[in-house]
């Protein structure tokens, strides 16, 4: 069976974290994470060349539906900026390159959609992570959680749905898989509500 | 006979402005200029990738021994950094790959090596991109004489002969050619200085 998996990108130089998250119907599961490190002695040119190599392997391997990139509008300082900006054009061409439907979330859409308040900490976002993704601890390091959530973010978005409808019309495999409407998943806002009324700090129960 | 080209790059999403300098001896001359502009209506994903596009089509059209892109410290916005970030991040990874080293210089090292001194003003230094490429008039529009510049600020900082001394030794071609010492091409800062020292306004006697 095919199931349509969505990349998130938590774009950066140093540290570019990156998660895969699988939908099958409303189950969703982590099928990769982990983060790309561009050694810091080297010359930037070259670090942000491997990280596009990188990143067009993630593309190549996991095939996803879809991506999603973290978008920052607020940054301590420009240089900070300058940085995140360079990690984003690199993903968000690599994934428009390879035909590959790309969407930005900013940090606080993402808390919304998996923590169902835009407000959330960190450790709140990451312990939903966990539990939506029936995991037994939160993923590390911190990065890699945090591209897991861009992934389930967009899943809860509904944007998902219309790119993977579009995707096996394209290749005209599957009709009838459902993926033609482009309201969120069925049942993940149900379950992210659910997860979110037990209260941080508890497992999911699978 | 070989006379090497180095690619100037003034980064941005909507406008990334090119320049291509040839150097034989101490005469410089343009090769190109341009714009590459990106439809402000497109996904920004389709942008970058149209960008990214474009800058390995002109690393391939002209095989440059260095790349050089303005580096931006400063910007009146952090959304605007971000999108000066993602173009340059573009262009370094894209030379990087291609193996062509690549430099970054701020806008005042651009001013100090055409104009004379840090803080020349736009116009004083679009003159002197005039005058030492002997152009009848200043090259438009503004960030294709930008990128121009850039180009002669990497010629005149002594890397390119470096880097062209490196290129030409890997691929085996015309030794003897002096392309070995990192000192700036012989020549060129007087020829600033003699041009400067004319004064803005006047043409270049050519």
Avoid: W
């Amino acid at each position: 069976m095919f199931v349509p998996v969505v990349l998130g990108i938590d774009p950066g130089v140093s540290r570019c974290g990156y998660g895969v998250v699988g939908a099958e119907g409303s189950a969703l599961s982590a099928r990769a994470c982990g983060v790309i490190r561009t050694p810091p002695g080297d010359p930037l040119p070259d670090r942000l060349a491997a990280l596009q190599v990188e990143l067009e392997g993630l593309l190549t391997e996991f095939r996803p539906v879809a991506v999603a990139v973290e978008r920052v509008f607020f940054q301590t300082n420009v240089r900070t900026a300058m940085s995140v900006g360079q990690a984003s054009g690199l993903a968000l061409a690599a994934a428009a390159r390879a035909g590959i439907p790309v969407c930005q979330y900013t940090p606080n859409e993402v808390k919304q959609a998996v923590a169902g308040y835009g407000a959330a900490d960190k450790a709140q976002v990451q312990a939903m992570v966990a539990r939506l993704l029936h995991l037994s601890e939160v993923p590390k390091p911190p990065d890699a959680a945090d591209a897991l959530a861009l992934a389930i973010c967009h899943l809860s978005a509904g944007r998902f749905r219309a790119a993977a409808g579009q995707k096996l019309s394209d290749g005209g495999a599957g009709g009838g898989s459902g993926f033609t409407s482009s309201a969120p998943l069925p049942g993940l806002a149900r379950a992210i509500a659910a997860a979110t009324a037990r209260g941080t700090g508890k497992k999911e129960r699978s």
